[in-house]
């Protein structure tokens, strides 16, 4: 095989042929392809988001973590592929007993500030995500009763309950650290002037322009980063940002919607990087109110979407039918409650009928005002005549339309938006169906057997062990229709021939380490 053919593979075809192969002799061709990566220049990415902080306890949008993992190192980390953690900032952990959890940190880690990170900055970050009134991650720590230093590199947690979900959960925002010394500096607010201890120092933020970060020479990952610094350009119309990059203003753009897939076929310059996330479209269901108050009426719209349909006109095939809240590529995914709803129009208007809705009943819905958004409103509109009902959609800003449908005014019966994910699966299904939990619109009782089947989930370390309590909580939040899963969005992303090593990753928010330029 020809190193040509060896640079145009994707990352799945060269695990595939690695394990074919030898893993150790193809990663040498691989690398040989691609060239030893080098030092220097300044990667300029074009982020489709102004911050909403940089303060990764304070912030509360998703789309701050590809512009806070630069700057900030995490406790653990997550396989691209897959999730699963391994190690970060803590080299190691384990449970001496189910709930008690003890990290270990690596020596000579220095914040950007030059103080050290050590077992007490360790306790100073995970307290405060637990009790400071300014910080968003508190629900993350839920099950952390105490945080002690035992050690000069050592942290211990003891635990209300058994949950082998922490280190998964340390690999975001709870596990990103700050410098307690510049944050007691700052007076408790560093959501502009952010210290973290990641590969990227902070330089400047001029809101809804650019961000700017450099090399950290001090960090612990011997030759890392490879570039002197990151500009993140903030450009939220995609077709400008994806032109900035085809004109080589910037040099990568992330989380393209598939419209603009055509746009990028014709830029044959660029580089294609794209790959499943666990990046969810759904219905949220306010099942405290009607219609949806009646489990018929949400196992009706399950069957009426037509998934398959839905993948091919709003992501134009980029991304899969979502049956859950899983994608099928993950490792707690569940074949089984995946064929619970197939698409039977039959099925829905029966379920409709039991359950004394009228033909022509009026579907008050929750939408956004964007143009794919927009999309995916006449899609559904168009899919649910087909059983009898009249979709109406209320639209207005993500921010607007999010607050009215699970704040104070509980406005509309459901809402088509995204969930985002979370590196450890019990976070998404603990904060989507929990009792008292935001994403609960209604605030409604859930399934009697679900608040015991998602503990059982953290009470193990053992994966198949997880994998199975995880098939319990799929199979009773989807038998209970809490949700109506549409879609999962793969990641799309561009960037020019010069950029080296960039990998996309399951979670759907792009890091940057090992990545270099050439050139």
């Known amino acids: 095989m020809d190193t040509k053919t060896l640079a145009r593979l994707t990352r799945r075809e060269a695990m595939a042929l690695a394990g074919a192969a030898g893993a150790s002799a193809f990663a040498d061709r691989f690398a040989l392809a691609q060239g030893a990566p080098k030092r220097g220049g300044v990667l300029k990415i074009a982020a489709n988001a102004n911050p909403s902080s940089l303060d990764p306890a304070t912030g509360g949008s998703g789309a701050d973590h590809t512009m806070l993992f630069p700057m900030f190192d995490t406790l653990t980390e997550w396989d691209y592929e897959t999730l699963k953690p391994k190690p970060g900032l803590a080299e190691s952990w384990k449970y001496p007993d189910p709930q008690t959890l003890v990290l270990n940190l690596r020596s000579g880690v220095t914040f950007h500030d030059g103080t050290p990170l050590d077992a007490d900055a360790v306790k100073f970050n995970l307290e405060r995500a637990k009790t400071d009134t300014r910080s968003n991650i508190k629900a993350d720590l839920v099950t952390v009763a105490s945080v002690e230093a035992t050690g000069p590199l050592q942290v211990t947690l003891k635990l209300s309950q058994p949950d082998t979900a922490l280190p998964g959960i340390l690999s975001d925002r709870a596990g990103m650290m700050v410098s307690p010394t510049a944050l007691k500096a700052a007076g408790g607010n560093l959501d502009r002037k952010p210290v973290g201890a990641g590969a990227y120092a902070f330089v400047s933020w001029t809101d809804n322009e650019k961000l700017v970060v450099k090399r950290h020479d001090k960090y612990w990952r011997a030759g890392e980063p490879y570039p002197d610094g990151i500009e993140f350009a903030i450009i939220p119309e995609s077709a400008t940002a994806l032109r900035s990059v085809i004109a080589g203003q910037n040099d990568l753009v992330y989380q393209l919607p598939a419209r603009q897939k055509m746009m990028l076929q014709r830029a044959s310059a660029l580089k294609q990087a794209s790959g499943p996330t666990v990046y969810c479209q759904q219905i949220y269901f306010n099942w405290s109110r009607p219609p949806f108050n009646d489990i018929r009426v949400r196992k009706a719209l399950n069957h009426a979407v037509d998934r398959a349909t ?57 939408g956004y005002t964007d143009q794919d958004s927009v999309r995916r409103a006449e899609i559904l509109i168009e899919q649910f005549a087909r059983v009898g009902l009249k979709a109406q959609f209320a639209n207005g800003s993500i921010a607007e339309m999010s607050a009215a449908f699970f704040g104070k005014d509980k406005k509309g019966a459901g809402l088509v938006s995204a969930w985002t994910g979370r590196p450890d699966p019990s976070l998404t299904y603990t904060l989507m169906y929990s009792k008292d939990s935001y994403f609960n619109a209604g605030r409604a009782d859930v399934p009697a057997e679900l608040p015991d089947a998602l503990k059982a989930t953290r009470a193990t370390e053992n994966l198949e062990d997880r994998k199975k309590a995880f098939s319990k909580v799929q199979r009773i939040v989807m038998e209970n229709a809490l949700v109506c899963p549409l879609a999962f969005q793969f990641e799309l992303d561009a960037h020019a021939a010069k950029v080296k090593g960039y990998k996309p990753n399951l979670l759907g928010k792009p890091k940057y380490e090992g990545v270099w330029l050439e050139g």
């Open 310 to 366: 839905f993948v091919k006109a709003t992501l134009d095939g980029v991304g899969e039918p979502a049956f859950m809240n899983l994608p099928s590529s993950h490792w707690a995914y569940d074949a089984d409650v995946a064929k619970l709803y197939p698409h039977d129009p039959d099925k829905a208007r029966a379920l409709l009928k039991e359950a004394g809705v009228p033909e022509g009943y009026v579907l008050e819905l929750i």
